[in-house]
């Protein structure tokens, strides 16, 4: 077993439920009743049953942090997530100090559930803000408003949760440089300690989508897109919020995001609820994407497997270079031979130097590590390297090559 495999792993839980769809969204999630959040609420439990009876269960290491994402979790009561936090603990190896996160919309936060959620011992509250314009929140389909979000920022950051963390999304067709800048300068002087910043995406089969190919729809060109890219990072950098991964910035490496992190460096996580994904060693594996599939199998005593398949080591050196040039520590190069048996740096050192020329990377004998302007070109760095056979495949003769 490798040491990544060792390490205390992750355990996620996708809540399905928003309380209306946004027309850009391509995540498994729907609106439901208050009857299907509790129908999902006692599908996810015996699902968390079903795993841990699994013979396979034992092999997990202590999972150390717990994640609430989706979807909305905060569309959840506070006696659903308690149900399912008793749960896990009654079922997995979970660290009494596992940190546990959970994503909240700016409408659902409010005195009472900011007390409920740290009386269940939620350490990061990650809040989907998205904007602080209203234009902005009403051409992306939420529900709040700017005044709305300040509010709720406001709220989480008084309310002495060890981490706020607010989502951000930018890209929109027309956003105005100079907006953007004072939307960023805002949401770092609120107090957060942590921010994702996504470029927004158009995913086919969206409204969005449609809107698009129908021509009432134009995407931010390239260059733009760039600039939009480049005040995020500097300003957040400029007040003390440093990206550590492409879309995520921290106030320090203790604020960051400890459950993300196992997804970058390849630590077995656990994904329960529809299609929640799960890595461990070298499989990965996902569940059924529909909600009542999902909880179709549950119910006829199946697990919920959609499909998995068998990472190669030369797929795991691949994925943890693409993974590694988007985040500031970079590419680790010993984790890597560790891991996979692959020897990056030996048949590399020409490419990497020609990226550190370029003022993309910063190279020694342990890592390659981008810098800002090499994280906005992560994917070409990524593809600049070579991935070699593992060492040990080729001190064994291949059949026929004896
Ligand atoms: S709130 Fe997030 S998960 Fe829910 S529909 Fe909107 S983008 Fe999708």
Redesign the pocket.
Known sequence: MSSAAREPAGLYLHVPF?S???P??D?A?HTGTADSRERFTSDLLAEIDLVSRNPQADEWPVFDTVYFG???PSALSADQVERILERLRNRFSIDPDAWISFEA?PEDIAPESLEHWKRLGIRTLSI?IQSLRDDALRFL??RHRGDNARRSLADACAGSFPIVSADLIFGLPGQIPEEWRDTVRAIADSGVDHVSCYQLTIHDDTPFARMRDRGDLREMPDDPQRTLFEIVHTELAERGLPAYEVSNFARSPAHRSRHNQKYWRHVPYLGLGPSAHSFFERRRWWNLRDTRSWSQALRDGRLPVDASEMLTPEDLALEAVFLGFRTADGVDFDRILERTGIALLEVNETALHDLQRRGWIHVDSATARPTVAGMAVADTLARAIDIPAPASDRQTPRRGEG
Request: with cysteine.
């Open positions: 928003c209306a769809v946004c850009y969204c995540f999630v989706g979807g909305t919309n989907g389909g939420r």
